[in-house]
């Protein structure tokens, strides 16, 4: 029996000691540590050992197939680091990850550029929420109910009463309950129609309104304002007109077409905006002398000035998020 646990020792120490992978060592484990294994097999032989020698014995296996045990498990726990250590290896030789950087969204770049002109001209900036009432989106703007120029604009009706903006105009009604005249003051935001989706049209969209109420504007001013805009937006060649239009709060109102002609295709005239000299009527609904003030307004889509100015053909591509549209515009 000695000499027996004397031997298993000795191979297994050396076995040990020329352990390189977990597969060798998992080995070991079998050939010493198993339920059939080379220590199973000493316990066995000691059940038939005489009743004088067991107590002695016994203890020497104990204490052998521990301090094997012992020595076995600081030889998986330095492989098993090992092991961890390659996996955070940093090859040096690697090529470097790129980090993209991203770029302002081009209908950002289109709002920045018209607001930069407009502030260069005085206008300063003023904002409204896209819940509206139907007081500020309609009543005020001389839009009676039933009036069949309320179907000028598809509604998303959040209640009875309160619905999402359809364009910016009652952010003037805003201004004009809130301050008194003089104004000079544009006024962007983001605007929602029930219509249907297409290339042409998309259920929101950004749109900038313009107000300028004083005691001696003119239509004169109006326009005046409106060509240097255009010409600093498309460049002094750009090719516009004026057309008689009609909206409820404007009267007279204009709509603003530019010469469009892409490259190889025929040209046609484009309307980019609408405007005219405020209604006395929305001064009354407000409370303002329509006597002794006098205003222009205008407003416009965003969308479609950067559809012009980039040739972008489907409006559903600034709300895609498609990076490969995106990065066109760095
Ligand atoms: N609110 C109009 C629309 O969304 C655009 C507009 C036209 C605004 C004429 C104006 C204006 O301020 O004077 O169709």
Known sequence: MKEKIEQIKKDFTSELTSVDTEDSLENIRIKYFSRNGLFAQLFEDFKSLPKEEKPKFGQILNIEKQSAQQKFDEIKQKLESNSTDKAEYIDLSLPGREREIGNVHVLNQTLNEVKSIFKGLGFSIYTGPEIESDENNFEMLNFP?????????????????FLLRTHTSPVQVRLMKK???????????RVYRNEAISAKSYCLFHQLEGLVIDTNV?????????????KQLFGSDVKYRFRAS?????????EVDIWWEPKGKEGKWLEILGCGMVDPNVLNNLK???????GYAFGMGIERIAML??????????????????????
């Open 145 to 161: 109910d039933d009036h069949p120029a309320r179907d000028m604009q598809d509604t998303y009706f959040l209640s009875e009463s």
């Open 179 to 189: 301050h008194q005249p003089p104004y000079r003051a544009i006024m962007p935001g």
């Open 218 to 230: 003119t239509f004169a001013e109006l326009k005046g304002t409106l060509v240097y805009f255009i």
């Open 246 to 254: 009609f909206f409820p709060f404007t009267e007279p109102s204009a």
């Open 309 to 330: 100015k980039y040739g972008i053909d489907d409006i559903r591509l600034f709300f895609d998020n498609d990076k490969r549209f995106l990065n066109q515009f760095k």
């Open 288 to 294: 303002i002398d329509s006597e002794k003030y006098i």
